[in-house]
């Protein structure tokens, strides 16, 4: 206590009886230390806002933390300079002065220590640099991204006005988007097949081969398949289509969705059927036919062998008459 009421005592004489309390010089003083007190002040705000707003550079608040303890305490020892004219608070300024010492010396420590940190803060024109390939690769970014989606935008556009049924399925089975001809194909509006799943429009009895392609082509064992399912309509019945299977990446590589399309084969089975019914049919004739064919050949042999037989025994008493006739009146006989 007894310290601070010594460095608040009046006992020397003010400042202003060295300037002979000449208006001039008194105030060329006061007026100067008091401008320079008031841009010390300001100075530490200027360096502190500067450095909230830029939290890119956070390991270099120490520098504006320190500038701005040793700026605030130059401007102190200006204040008392300018009070010190008229109340002689000498103690106190040689307090201040000597604090505003030890920040200096402190400060001057850090900035050799971190010296190299600061020779390592890019220049200008590297920053500009820098800034420049950034704007650059942002750019390009950007123009990859509307190269993207405009790609994207002609891809579904090209699936929804394709002729054939088509549809892009998530990991989980689910339909994210299905074509106008897919939807006709199967009965269903776009709103009721994408809140559904490939598994619930597909015959039962076709789901266990469809999911384990599905499963294999998002592990990364396929690269596509293809097959023959039946898929149930809208009305109850079945169709049969022709499914081709993709797997569409993404930029970084990794799968994002899955791409099918199918083709309507319910007319092609349904005569393909037809051919093999006839088929069937035409062959169970043929054998119908030959087991005919095979009995009337049975038959006509037994035929054969009988008229045969009753013929054997005329022929042989007409070759035994022959021979008589030949033996007996063969000189009585001419040749005719």
Known sequence: MDFIKMCFSKEFMPH?????????????????????????FMIPFILLHFARKRPDIKEYYWFFFAFSAFIVWCGFTHVLAVINVWSPFYRLEAVTKLITAIISLSTVGILLIKFPLLLSIPSGRAMRATQ?????????????????????????????????????????????????ALCEMLGYTRKEL?????????????????????????????????????????????????????????????????????????????????????????????????AELAELNREMGEYTYTITHDLRQPLRNLSGLSEEVATEYATQLDED
């Open 194 to 290: 994408v809140a559904t799943d490939f598994y619930s429009i597909t015959h039962p009895d076709d789901v266990l081969v469809d999911s384990n392609y599905f499963n294999q082509l998002w592990k990364g064992e396929i690269s596509k398949y293809s097959m023959e399912k039946r898929y149930i309509h809208q009305q109850g019945h079945y169709i049969w289509g022709k499914l081709s299977v993709s797997l569409l990446r993404g930029e970084n590589g990794e799968p994002s969705y899955t791409i099918g399309q199918v083709i309507d084969i319910t007319e092609a089975k349904r005569q393909a059927d037809k051919i093999a019914a006839l088929n069937e049919s035409l062959e169970t004739k043929v054998k119908q036919r030959t």
């Open 16 to 40: 202003g009886h060295c300037y002979f309390w000449q208006p001039e010089i008194l105030w060329s003083n006061v007026i100067g230390d008091s401008l320079t007190a008031v841009a010390y």
């Open 132 to 180: 420049e390939m950034a704007n650059r690769a942002t750019a390009n970014e950007r123009k990859t991204a509307d190269s993207l989606r405009s790609s994207e935008s002609r891809v579904i556009q090209i699936i929804q006005e394709a002729s054939i049924g088509m549809a892009l399925v998530s990991a989980e089975g689910r339909l994210l988007d299905a074509n106008k």
